[in-house]
């Protein structure tokens, strides 16, 4: 599974997502979708948008996490 850190990257970089949606041109409601790990996929060009304007890597935003050994350390 992949999880989705955008919201916490935007926190740390204090920017809100009406302002990264305006700078990266997609809409708000695009923009939440990525957040909350709704999306089935990113372009790799909004990814780099993303990256650019935050100043941060790919893997700061996407986390794999293996879902086997989620569940066997509950």
């Given at each position: 599974?992949?999880?989705?850190?955008?919201?916490?990257?935007?926190?740390?970089?204090?920017?809100?997502?009406?302002?990264?949606?305006?700078?990266i041109?997609?809409?708000?409601?695009?923009?939440?979708?990525?957040?909350?790990?709704k999306?089935?996929?990113?372009?790799?060009?909004?990814?780099?948008k993303?990256?650019?304007?935050?100043?941060?890597?790919?893997?700061?935003?996407?986390?794999?996490?293996?879902?086997?050994?989620?569940?066997?350390?509950?």
């Open positions: 599974m992949i999880k989705i850190n955008l919201a916490k990257v935007m926190l740390d970089k204090r920017i809100s997502s009406k302002e990264l949606a305006q700078q041109g997609i809409t708000p409601a695009n923009l939440s979708i990525l957040k909350t790990g999306a089935r996929g990113v372009r790799f060009a909004t990814l780099e993303i990256c650019a304007v935050l100043q941060c890597q790919p893997g700061d935003i996407l986390e794999y996490v293996n879902e086997t050994q989620k569940s066997h350390k509950s």
